[in-house]
């Protein structure tokens, strides 16, 4: 089974819009629903309405949450308000959120509010920058150190990582990732899981990928990345595409 996440990142502006994107993609979703889980992440303000149009198997996320509980936190969103709302996974470590402040200790206490309201984490992890000596792999390392540190097995088995190189995302993108690239990553998060947990619990971790994936591209990051699914930004506001991004992976 493939993983389809879209995140729709701060879009569309109007709900009526926001309601037919969901209406789309609920047919996308039950055309695929053989070999794909799609899951979609509107904006916060969109959630509970999305929740009430989406219909299964199309799943809902959030895009984010508070890592504390403390109730003076002006803008922010609490992991029991997502739950109520209808979420049942939450984006966290995403480079645009880390870029505005979000540190790996930051991402770690998410998780922990997450797990307590039973929700789901798609934990983001990915390297500024790509040298040719290798040293992003320390960077992607901590990353993951921290995100998983006091995660059960248990738990741990609940998670889906996305591997996203940071300057592969959005529209200011260098370019997408090389499937290779993305093998030697996928490999890297795997040789990291089994270490931490055992071989059982590491297989049953979905590693995604996400950075300027489309419906050109994607089938190689699955057959030659060892992509397990996908975390897709812009094409998932044009349900065209996305439905083109399924197909190309479904067979
Ligand atoms: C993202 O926002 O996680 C992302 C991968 O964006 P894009 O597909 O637009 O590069």
Known sequence: ?????????????????AADLVKKTNDMAKLYKKNITTIICPPSIFLASVVKTAKAPLLVGAQGVAGSVEVAQTGKISAGMLKDSGAQYVIVGHSE?????????????????LFEKKLIPIVCVGEKAHDAQGWYLS????????????????QAKKMLIAYEPVWAIGAKAQRAATPLECREMTIFICKFLTDKYGEKVAKAIPVLYGGS????NAKSFVTEGGAQ???????????KRFNSLAKSISA
Request: glycine share 10%; no cysteine; aromatic share 8%.
């Open 1 to 17: 089974m493939l993983y389809l996440i879209g995140n729709w990142k701060m879009a569309p502006e109007k709900g009526t819009q």
């Open 97 to 113: 959120m880390r870029a505005r402040g979000d540190s790996n200790t930051d991402v770690q206490e998410q998780i922990t509010r």
């Open 139 to 154: 960077e992607v390392k901590e990353q993951l150190e921290t995100a998983f540190g006091n995660l059960t097995p248990l």
């Open 213 to 216: 994936a489309d419906e050109f």
């Open 229 to 239: 699914g996908f975390l897709v930004g812009r094409v998932s506001l044009d349900a």
